[in-house]
């Protein structure tokens, strides 16, 4: 029986037919998608769970498709996790690069990431897994620890700079332990990542000026 030239048109996605092309992708395109897929799914299932077929198959690809952008379900956790990381470092960045006060900044700061945070739990679930896996890492994964780790230093150091210029502006107490305040700032950090990865009531906004007033020691001022 010989098929109709609708039905051959529906088949190849030909104007007409009421299909969807198909559209074809470059390979950044591609590497993309498959990096925002990982992401959903190492997030959901964990790192253990998660499988580079069944990656392909939310994607409606084949597997090997996605080893000719990635060696192995190990490198394409590290991209996944470092893409993670690297935003917040990036977006820390620009936000001292606008110049407001240093308590101002700092609060932007946890702001952003709160509301980051809110609206990409994905990202709370990815930075979790990695945190807790303490020096063992994730499946002997030992790369996204070492890499979180120095994202770490780098951030203490930024926070710890805020805090002695707040200090200097008379924004914070002169007591103030800057360094001892910075890691009690990224200690903050992790609260936020397990009140979202658990679904806690308690996450939202008044957080934010709570801790600063905590970590600055500025509990009951104005």
């Given amino acids: 029986m010989k098929s109709s030239a609708s039905e051959k048109d529906a088949a190849t996605g030909a104007p007409g037919s009421g299909a969807v092309p198909r559209v074809r992708m470059s390979r950044g395109q591609r590497r993309e998608a498959i990096l925002e897929c990982a992401t959903r799914q190492f997030a959901r299932s964990g790192y253990a769970n998660t499988t580079v077929n069944g990656i392909a198959a ?24 470092q ?13 001292v690069s606008e110049g407001a006060s240093p308590l101002s900044t700092l609060r932007k700061i946890a702001l952003f990431y709160y509301q980051h945070l809110d609206a990409h739990p994905e990202f709370a679930a ?21 890499f979180f780790k120095k ?26 332990n800057e360094s001892a305040a910075a890691w009690a700032f990224i200690g903050n950090y992790h609260i936020l990542i397990l009140l979202k990865s658990f679904e806690v009531g308690d996450f939202n906004p008044l957080l934010i000026d ?13």
């Fill in 58 to 81: 939310e994607l409606g690809v084949t597997e090997p498709l996605i080893y000719k952008h990635f060696d192995s379900k190990e490198a394409l956790f590290r991209e996944v996790f």
């Fill in 83 to 95: 893409r993670v990381a690297l935003f917040f470092v990036e977006r820390i960045g620009e936000v």
């Fill in 210 to 222: 709570s801790m600063l007033s905590m970590v600055t020691g500025r509990v009951g001022a104005a």
């Fill in 151 to 176: 994202i770490f230093l780098q951030l203490h150091d930024a926070i710890e700079a805020l805090l002695k210029e707040a200090k200097r502006q008379g924004e914070v107490p002169e007591a103030l």
């Fill in 126 to 146: 990815i930075l979790y897994q990695v945190a807790a896996n303490s020096a063992e890492g994730i499946e002997g994964l030992k790369e996204p620890l070492r």
